[in-house]
């Protein structure tokens, strides 16, 4: 049997910095947030899906302390 693990991560105050510097600069920062969430990812980890500024992250192994 194998045994999964789901992270789902957001960024916090995305509503806030839209309505403060606007749709385009969101959007510049949830692909910024993309990319360093891929970056950050170990064997065995995935990124599976992007909706807004969530990401869902799926894992068979855990990530060493």
Known sequence: MTEYAFVIADLA???ALT??????????TVIRFTELTSKAL?????????VGDQVLIVATTHAAP
């Open 19 to 28: 309505e403060a510097h606007g749709g385009a600069a969101a959007a510049r």
């Open 42 to 50: 170990t064997p065995g980890m995935r990124l599976t899906e992007r």
């Open 13 to 15: 105050g995305y509503t």
